[in-house]
């Protein structure tokens, strides 16, 4: 939260990030009485205050300052991490809910300052970096009639044109393509994969792996560097909890970081410390369309977690920033950080920055084994050898290089249809199956680049 105090120095204060002037505050109403001050909005102490923040009527805000105190955070998140630089492109998410929409709006505002800057700057040593939306039609998975999946569309493309200067290039994409590019061999295949796994939740978990690698895919295909996820603070909330009944404790700490650089493009959470309480006020104010196409409740365990979380919540507004916070005390993954740039070809203005807000986790845990279905990072000596020895028979490597939460929620129980379910998967989860041990060299180089020889050198 940010404060009025000139001498703060506090690393949870957003007031440095608002980059709008503040009114200054009505004293004279301060001195007339207590009464007046409550009326006011409690940061400026001029306007009236439109909206609480989660401390309820300890944090009534005006518009202004409330939608400063959240983008404060965003460009927190953003700056601290080194989520986005200069040179980058960078792929958002879009799904047309509340925090997709304020996560593509904040990026599109510091975007908008950035070139604004850039054209007022006679030095051009940082350009200004590239935004892309990505929107996944997941409609042949849901019950929807085609009138409304078009017009749901139709709406996404009206939000991402309306966008001011400059443009953003928008991918709507079938979640069926991440098989196939012919639309209905894609459909068949998916239908089938998801009719071979017989757990609700598993279902759930293995279509929400499929969107992020199908994000992957558009993100490398189009040259993009970042993706961009509006995952707020609720949602992780109950991934925390939903992630810790299904048993990927291990794991968990890799899943709740702003960055994951685990995939081939980084992935960033900018909105981690923003409330979805908050997000749908803003929406509100500042009259932010969004498309509730498919974002219906879920069932099984997300769903039981989801309710849970939500009850906990109504009783204290800070529960989920509480859990967040709690589960942020894990120790890291060495790849919950932004790659430093060693291409000489990147202007040294762009490496300085980077290197200046790239941050060095002390202690990170190291994992050179992930699951081919989920890519979670594994610590294989928990496995017991029952489990590893389960699709021996028919295929070793899916079952035995999956963790333990794919394994009972998503992988066949009978080991003869285990052949069936790899010939379903996408050639990624394929290919990662079967290879899966070798690593991920990208990290491995990252790791050991100091010991190694550049191409101008010669060994002694």
């Not at 085609?146 to 996404?156: L, V």
Request: with cysteine.
């Amino acid at each position: 939260m940010a404060c009025n105090s000139s001498t703060c120095n506090s690393s949870g204060c957003y007031k440095g990030y608002e980059e709008e002037e503040q009114p200054k505050p009505n004293t004279k109403a301060a001195v007339n009485g207590g009464n007046s001050c409550q009326n006011l909005c409690v940061k400026c102490k001029v306007n009236e205050p439109v909206c609480c923040g989660i401390g309820g009527e300890n944090s009534r805000f005006c518009k202004d300052c409330f939608k400063n105190n959240l983008y404060g955070k965003f460009k927190q998140a953003v700056t601290y991490n080194a989520m986005i630089t200069p040179p980058d492109k960078v792929l958002v998410a879009f799904s047309g809910g509340p925090s997709s929409r304020v996560v593509l709006q904040f990026v599109h505002e510091m975007q908008y300052k950035a070139q604004k800057n850039y054209d007022a700057n006679k030095d051009k040593s940082l350009p200004v970096f590239g935004v892309g939306v990505a929107f996944i039609d997941e409609s042949s998975t849901h019950s929807f009639t085609s009138q409304h999946i078009e017009k749901a569309i139709e709406d996404i493309r009206l939000i991402v044109s309306n966008l001011a200067p400059p443009s953003k290039e928008l991918f709507v994409v079938p979640i069926e393509s991440i098989f196939s590019s012919d639309g209905i061999d894609g459909k068949e295949r998916l239908k089938e994969l998801l009719d071979a796994v017989s757990d609700v939740t598993g279902k759930e978990d293995l279509l929400s792996h499929l969107r992020i690698l199908l994000l992957q895919k558009i993100a490398s295909e189009n040259g993009y560097t970042r993706i961009v996820l509006g995952s707020c603070t609720s949602r992780i909330a109950c991934h925390v909890i939903s992630a810790t009944v299904k048993g990927q404790g291990y794991s968990l700490s890799a899943d709740i970081q702003y960055v994951d650089s685990r995939w081939e493009i980084p992935v960033v959470l900018p909105l981690r410390d923003c409330p979805a309480q908050e997000l749908n006020t803003l929406c509100s104010l500042d009259g932010l369309k969004i498309v509730e196409l498919l974002n219906g409740p879920c069932s099984g365990i997300n769903g039981l977690v989801s309710s849970f979380v939500k009850v906990l919540q109504e009783e204290n507004p800070s529960r989920e920033c509480t859990i967040v916070r709690t589960a942020g005390k894990l120790t890291p993954f060495h790849f919950n950080r932004v790659p430093e740039i060693h291409d000489c070809n990147v202007p040294s203005a762009t490496r300085r920055h980077q290197k200046r807000y790239t941050l060095k986790p002390n202690g990170s845990l190291s994992s050179d084994s992930f699951c081919p279905i989920c890519n979670s990072p594994l610590k294989k000596s928990n496995f017991p050898s029952s489990l590893r020895s389960h699709g021996s028979q028919q295929n070793p490597d899916l079952f035995a290089s999956a963790c333990s939460s794919c394994q009972f929620q998503i992988l066949p129980k009978d080991p003869s249809l285990m052949e069936e379910f790899l010939s379903l998967l996408p050639q990624q989860m394929i290919t990662k199956a079967k290879h899966g041990d070798q690593g991920n060299f990208s990290l491995l180089r990252e790791q050991i680049q100091e010991f190694l020889f550049s191409d101008g050198e010669n060994e002694i």
